[in-house]
């Protein structure tokens, strides 16, 4: 299952806020710029928790009470919120920022300028030379050769390891489908992409599977499942690929 939470410092806050409210929504480059940003922050306060039988849970949101479905609606879009202050003192007392006491406390000066390029820049938590071994793999690849997947053909992009999910639930992806089906690998992209139809704005997510198929995969009545969890991927802006190596 998928939760949500973040905090984020004053003075980076002040700095994202500063460069949104350069941005003019009505021009299309300045849509995406926001897109962007917003659908990061969106992504690092996002987590998943697993967990066991018989504790798993897949909500049913159709049938979720709607006072609950707008808790969650106004918790979840105001994330990242404001740290709490013992870490502020903390950033403060390190002389990383300034702090500003008033009728609020506010933190909102850093002590040494950075450009909203290189916070952009770090909130894609990323190593790019990490080394992975089988051992050391946080994911649960569902054989050997999905590992080989990892390991050996995108052996040149190590980064892999970090940003692909393993045995993802397929019914996280979009509503119409029960849980207890996953995908080998996937990743969903951390931008949000702008939906217009006339007067109507919708934020979409958008990502890719990579699915191994193995020789059952040749059954008629597999063929058919796997054609309709592609449509399903399709509708919500998955693209499924299936590698041969």
Known sequence: MQLKAGYIIDAIGKVITDYKSNLNRRIPT?????DQINGLLQY??????????????????????????????????????????????????????ESKIDDEFNYP????????????????????????????????????????????ALKDFPFAKQI??????L????NGLAG????????EFPYLITNSVGNLTDKQ?????????????QLKTVKYFDNYRDEFADENNFETLRPIF
């Not at 504790?55 to 969650?72: C, G, I, R, S």
């Not at 019914?171 to 979009?174: K, L, V």
């Not at 997510?205 to 995969?217: A, L, V, Y």
């Open 44 to 97: 690092v306060s996002s987590f998943d928790v697993e967990f066991p039988p018989p504790y798993q849970h897949y909500p049913d949101f159709k049938t979720l009470k709607p006072v609950l479905a707008t808790l969650n609606n106004i918790i979840t879009r105001g994330l990242p919120t404001r740290a709490p202050i013992i870490l502020e003192n903390l950033f403060s007392e390190i002389n990383l920022i």
């Open 205 to 217: 997510k958008q990502g890719i599977i990579f699915e191994f198929d193995g020789p059952h995969h």
């Open 30 to 34: 300045d849509q995406i710029k926001l």
């Open 180 to 187: 207890g089906r996953t995908l080998d690998f996937s990743f």
């Open 164 to 169: 692909f999910q393993s045995q993802r639930d």
């Open 171 to 174: 019914a996280t992806i979009g």
């Open 109 to 152: 000066v850093l002590k040494k300028e950075i450009p909203f390029d290189t916070i952009f820049q770090l909130l894609h938590i990323l190593e790019p030379k990490l080394e992975i071994s089988e051992n050391q793999y946080g994911g649960l690849p569902g054989s050997f050769s999905e590992w080989k997947f990892l390991d050996v």
